[in-house]
């Protein structure tokens, strides 16, 4: 068993992911009986063999390959469970392109990733790991709650617009409510600040005292987050202090997204080849 | 089958006459009685739009068409036979199992797709069942016009989106918020339109409902109806700043917000979308207010003509709807008959065994001893093999009746023919 799973490629998840949102694409307009358990089978189906491609690979998450398949695998467990719980809305036409853009960008990413093996760390990640692990596992968390925050964005955009056109669905994409996705892209803004500035005041100590903070500030990674933190205080301040309209802050989350994106897909300072 | 369904409907009779013909509990009990007494079985649809009758008669019953229905119905409503007459439908055997079928997936409806017809047709029966008026084929009828009009609603979207203004109103409601225990609604007004929409919106289970009007005896007597508080006309800004959703249904002949008002008033006190459901004619709220974000109004046009997309659509399913009805008619009338002509059959080929049994019996016994075992079998296998080629035409001639519904008459020919019980 565990040498089939070994063999679990990218192809694997990615093409199950790629045929459960052509199904999903068909019940937007063919509610067909069996149609909502294919697509949720093939959809889980993608997510084991992601699971697996990840427990047997280990790619390493300092690489923006790594980080990306991690962040998109959190989305694929974000997608199983929001397409059970929120049968009937049109769950997986959005958050499945995303998970494929993210797997996308990392094979991108795949001579970073073929040397990602042999990445020399630097020697505080290599000795004393602690503080390099929850630099890089608070800025993933964040990296997940900037992507549920883009989802509930572009949803709540949709909606909107379907509402300022005075539209009702009948049948076709049905959405949650304006409410719950403002509700969402709060919660996934509101976690992602903190883990954000965490991540991001880790990584400044962690560079001032092993590396030269001179040289590396302007690395496209650093400036990027530094960016995606100032997007997101932006956020919550339009948010709780100016009181703007959920449209706009939709497209505030969507662009800081982007960025995030851009981030994710740089060269962290630390590995590239060993040298800070 | 010897099914007949005769009635009239909203096409063939004015509500007047169809006021006249309908049946209250009691007399709907005595005409079932009545009815399954004389006839056999019998169930009776009788709701605003439609008075129906569905039986099957008995053999030796006495004959009952749709003049004999217009005098029954006549009898028992005081009307002449000749003032019911010209209203009644009359539909036999597989066009009367189509028309039940038709009606219960709500194809024969006033609105095509509405959801009530399904139930009553299913109280309908149920009265009949529980008073005994009906027998194996109501029996079998009812269930599968019941189970072919869920299949219509599922597999077509012909009961999709709602018809009446005020739940499509409901229905954008939902589509701004998700839960209402938190949430105030604001009356504004106490038309009669805004009573049925403020009736669905409370069933949302608001937290609060405020209710104001300029004659304050009526926001009190409406807020002590719905449960609410009243609040003075002049507090209207203020209650309005407050409110997540307001329905407004005033008579004022000029608006009574427009949009300088609620931008210099109301927006600067509020945080979050409100929800305005403007059904006053003609409008309270200046339209330019709606954004699809910070408010979202529905007036009375949009929610018309919300309904008449989903009307439009509903049209566009009326026929993928009526071919699942006709293959459920298929099936019905394909399994009755099957039914009723697989006893027959059975009887035939048993009688004729017993036939041949007898010939071939003595013809065995007088060759004993004559013949090897080989031989014994192949003169059994010749006499079944005659039986068999004797019987296929008319057990295939049985069966074919029966496909195209008209096997009653050949089936009693063939029982006497081959004196069957």
Known sequence: MSGFLQNVTHLCFLLSYAVALGIELVRLRWRGPGLRIAGL???????????????????????????????????????????????????????????????????????????????????????????????????????????????????????????????????????????????????AVNASFPLLTGGLLLGALLLRQYHDLAENWASVKVLGTVGLWGAFAVLLYLRYAAHVPGRRLALLTIAAFALMVVVLAAAHPFAAGGTP | MNLRAIGCNFRTATVDIREKLAFDGPAQDKALADLAGSLGEAAIISTCNRVEVYVSRAPGSPAFDARAAAAYFGAVHGLSPDRVAPHLYEHVDTEAVRHL???????????????????????????????????????????????????????????????????????????????????????????????????????????????????????????????????????????????????????????????????????????????????????????????????????????????????????????????IVQSEVKRFVDDWNRRRSGPVIGQLTAEVDKLRAEVVGPLMARLNGKLTAEDRKHVEGAFKLFQNRLLHSPIAAVQEASREGEHPTLLEAVKKLFRLE
């Open chain 1, 41 to 187: 089978a093939l959809g889980a189906a993608g997510l084991f063999a992601h699971t697996a491609f990840l427990a047997f690979h280990l790619p390493n998450l300092a690489t923006p390959y790594g980080t990306l398949l991690v962040v998109a695998w959190v989305l694929g467990v974000f997608y199983l469970y929001g397409s059970l719980h929120h049968g009937p809305k049109a769950w997986a036409v959005f958050v499945l392109p995303v998970i494929l853009g993210l797997v996308a960008i990392a094979l991108l990413q795949g001579a970073d990733a073929a040397a990602s093996a042999s990445v020399e760390f630097p020697p505080w990640l290599i000795g004393d790991r602690f503080w390099g692990a929850v630099h890089g596992v608070l800025l993933l968390c964040a990296a997940v709650g900037v992507s549920v925050g883009f989802l509930a964005s572009v949803m709540y955009l949709i909606q909107a617009d379907r509402l300022k056109k005075k539209a009702m669905p009948l049948g076709g994409l049905k959405l949650l409510s304006l409410e719950r996705l403002e509700a969402m892209n709060r919660r």
């Open chain 2, 101 to 323: 079928l038709r009606v219960t997936a709500s194809l024969d409806s006033l609105i095509v797709g509405e959801g009530q017809i399904a139930g009553q047709v299913k109280e309908a029966f149920e009265r009949s069942q529980k008073l005994a008026a009906t027998g194996p084929l109501l029996n079998a009828l009812f269930p599968h016009a019941l189970r072919a009009a869920k299949r219509v609603r599922t597999e077509t979207g012909i009961a999709r989106g709602h018809i009446s203004v005020s739940s499509v109103a409901v229905d954008f409601v939902r589509q701004v918020f998700d839960h209402f225990h938190d949430k105030t609604v604001l009356v504004i007004g106490a038309g009669k339109m805004g009573r049925l929409t403020l009736k669905h919106l409370r069933e949302l289970g608001p937290g609060r409902i405020l209710v104001t009007n300029r004659s304050p005896e009526k926001a009190i007597e409406l807020a002590a109806e719905c449960g609410g508080e009243p609040i003075p006309w002049e507090n209207l800004d203020t209650a309005l700043a407050e409110a997540d959703i307001a329905l407004s249904t005033t008579g004022a002949p000029e608006p009574i917000m427009p949009k300088k008002r609620f931008v210099e008033k109301v927006r600067p006190r509020r945080t979050g979308t409100l929800v305005v459901l403007d059904i006053a004619v003609p409008r309270d709220f200046d339209p330019d207010l709606h954004d699809g974000d910070s408010v979202c109004l529905f007036n009375i046009d949009d929610l018309t003509k919300v309904r008449e997309r989903t009307l439009a659509k509903r049209k566009k399913d009326i026929a993928p709807a009526e071919a």
